[in-house]
């Protein structure tokens, strides 16, 4: 069976570090993309940022310039780097997968969410 297993988050101080990690268990075919959402409390979840492969990875606007998203294809795993991290941060982020379980079936897959709490 296939799931997202994600690992990091916790309370850190303004202007503060963290780094999230989400490592793919199972078996799968080939990786689409894989990337990062949060949700704030009481707000929709929004996109962080994502990776398709080799190339420069996708970021939001309000995260841009502080987060930074790499893979280690020989891990199938993705990391989220994020520095100079503010209060507006502090959300359950959840890892997101587009993964092709067979050579003709694609599934998007979600992390359990880690917390992010971001202190003033």
């Known amino acids: 069976q296939v799931q997202l297993v994600e690992s990091g988050g916790g309370l850190v101080q303004t202007g503060g570090s963290l780094r999230l990690s989400c490592v793919i268990s199972?078996?799968?075919?080939?990786?689409?993309?894989m990337g990062w959402y949060r949700q704030a409390p009481g707000k929709q979840r929004e996109l962080v940022g994502y990776?398709?492969?080799?190339?420069?990875?996708n970021y939001a606007d309000s995260v841009k310039g502080r987060v930074t998203i790499s893979r280690d294809f020989a891990k199938n795993a993705v990391y989220l780097q994020m520095d100079n991290l503010k209060p507006e941060d502090t959300a359950v982020y959840y890892c997101?997968?587009?993964?092709?379980?067979?050579?003709?079936?694609?599934?998007?897959?979600w992390g359990q969410g880690t917390q992010v709490t971001v202190s003033s």
């Open positions: 997101n997968a587009d993964l092709l379980i067979t050579m003709m079936t694609c599934r998007e897959f």
């Open positions: 199972g078996e799968i075919y080939a990786i689409n993309t």
């Open positions: 990776s398709t492969g080799g190339g420069t990875p």
